[in-house]
């Protein structure tokens, strides 16, 4: 069964300042994705940056970027120029990538960010 | 593009009771998965349906069920409701076939069991 950790429960930076979220994740498995989701207040599930386990490129998301280390089990997320709107709860997700297409998200216990002004 | 929507937003029941949930997803997305959310247990997985069929299940008893209609809307029922089934439940969609995987989520039902 896979597993991912999120070793840091609460983060707090001020506006503008660089944060990095850590994520960690076990598996068997070759050939999968990684997600970060955010969770405002709102408790809608926003899809923040995806990455596929074959691509050694990191993905970027205009702010957002992520450090995939594969041979680690490794994905942090980079988030630049820090905004107030950026206040939420982050999770990490892992998915197998399924022959046949099935899906299932398993995710990390989650990171509560404060962006202060 | 309309989101995914979920019925109701909010719920109250009693121990002992049944209740189902509602989800449309995305129009043109053909996979729903359902996540339970709660203080102490996280984000955990309980099913996801594809095309009427259950493609995936996660480890909860079998008070919780769900099925897809053809229009691809998905509902999950809960019989028997305990005060543990109190929770966040999220509905996701995505469209289905392997290559496209991203999930997008609903705003959820928060069930209160009394």
């Known amino acids: 069964a896979q597993t991912v950790t999120q070793s840091q429960p609460e983060m707090s930076v001020q506006e503008a300042e660089t944060v990095t979220l850590s994520c960690t994740y076990d598996t068997s498995e070759n050939n999968y994705y990684l997600f970060w989701y955010k969770q405002p207040p709102s408790r809608q599930m926003i899809l923040v940056i995806r990455?596929?386990?074959?691509?050694?490129q990191n993905a970027t998301e205009n702010r957002f970027s992520v450090n995939f280390q594969k041979a680690a089990k490794s994905f942090s997320l980079k988030i630049s120029d820090s905004q107030l709107g950026d206040t939420a709860m982050y999770f990490c997700a892992f998915m197998k990538a399924y022959s046949q297409g099935a899906q299932k998200l398993v995710f990390g216990q989650g990171t509560r960010l404060t962006i202060n002004p | 593009k309309a989101g995914v929507t979920q019925t109701p937003r909010y719920l109250i029941k009693t121990r002992g009771q049944q209740v189902t949930l509602s989800c449309s997803p995305i129009?043109?997305?053909?996979?729903v998965s359902w996540y339970q959310q709660t203080p102490g247990q996280g984000l955990q997985f309980l099913f996801e349906?594809?095309?009427?069929?259950?493609?995936n299940k996660g480890n909860f008893p079998g008070r919780f069920s769900g099925r897809q209609f053809s229009n691809s809307r998905s509902e999950m029922n809960v019989s028997t409701l305990e005060l543990g089934d109190s929770a966040l439940y999220l509905c996701a969609s995505s469209l289905g076939p392997a290559e496209h995987y991203e999930q997008y989520f609903g705003p959820g039902t928060r069930l209160t069991v009394t």
């Open positions: 129009s043109g997305h053909r996979s």
């Open positions: 990455q596929e386990a074959y691509k050694q």
């Open positions: 349906y594809f095309s009427e069929t259950q493609r």
